[in-house]
């Protein structure tokens, strides 16, 4: 059973992960524009994902006996100056995203809510991933930083990047999870 302020801080985290969600949308749109088609699939699979830890997060509150409320989710930014902007602005998010799990995981500790640390666990070791994902693509827009033939190919690369978490949550995060694996 969640604790009420346990209750409260997760529904927080449903709404900053779906803004994390528009955040990744507004960033492909804007590289849509600029003709980068490779960044915008690499954010709109961004997108998908921070779709599945809403959902993963809404879905764990329920199963606590938990109820959701959502929020309205803040406009996020329509204009970057460069794909190395995005990636720096993607990276100070995600280390707001990270702190934010962090907290919450204080805050499980604290309340001596073990149900709770595991099932935020995930959530600690995903931050590093995304992290560590986009400290590689900062590096890389930084060390071609001039050479337009070398954004074209990183372009290429991102384009490779796949959604890899389910995108229909009708049947629940759990239930399509378990779908996609085969069990």
């Not at 803004?19 to 980068?36: D, I, R």
């Amino acid at each position: 059973m969640l604790s009420e302020k346990m209750k409260t801080e997760l529904n927080e985290q449903v709404n900053r992960e779906m803004y994390s969600a528009y955040l990744y949308m507004a960033m492909s749109v804007n590289s849509e524009t600029l003709g980068l088609k490779g960044f915008a699939n690499w954010f709109m699979a961004q997108y998908h994902e921070e779709m599945f830890h809403a959902m993963k997060i809404y879905e764990y509150i329920l199963r606590q006996g938990g109820e959701v409320h959502l929020k309205a989710i803040e406009e996020p930014p329509r204009d970057f100056a460069s794909p190395l902007d995005m990636f720096e602005k993607t990276l100070k998010h995600e280390q707001f995203v990270t702190r934010s799990i962090n907290n919450l995981m204080d805050t499980a500790i604290s309340e001596k809510d073990h149900a709770t640390q595991i099932f935020l666990q995930w959530f600690v070791t995903e931050q590093v991933e995304e992290e560590e994902n986009d400290n590689e693509i900062i590096a890389q827009l930084k060390r071609i930083e001039g050479h337009p033939h070398g954004l074209m190919m990183i372009d290429r690369d991102l384009a490779q990047r796949a959604v890899t978490v389910p995108l229909d949550f009708s049947r629940g995060v759990a239930a399509q999870a378990k779908a996609a694996s085969g069990n």
